[in-house]
């Protein structure tokens, strides 16, 4: 028996230009066209005002998250013991 090899999606230069013009055209649309269709414009001018605030408030959480344990976690461990 001969085993048959499977297609290849890289071994077809056509399917890979079909693709890529595929992608192309749906990023366009994602940016360009669904903003104007559900006039979103105003949200995503409002979405980059909160940055700002978003990042300050990422920062925080971060440093937050990494500062060492206080005293009263360190007891509440300990008694655990």
Known sequence: MVAEA??????DPKR???T???VVLLLIAIYVLVPRL????DAL???GEG???GSRLGVVFCVGACSPPTSRS???SSARR
């Open 20 to 22: 890529a013009i595929a």
């Open 74 to 76: 360190s007891a509440a």
């Open 45 to 47: 001018d409002k979405i």
């Open 51 to 53: 940055i700002h605030y």
């Open 16 to 18: 890979l230009i079909q």
């Open 6 to 11: 499977e297609p290849s999606f890289f071994a």
């Open 38 to 41: 559900f006039d979103l414009q």
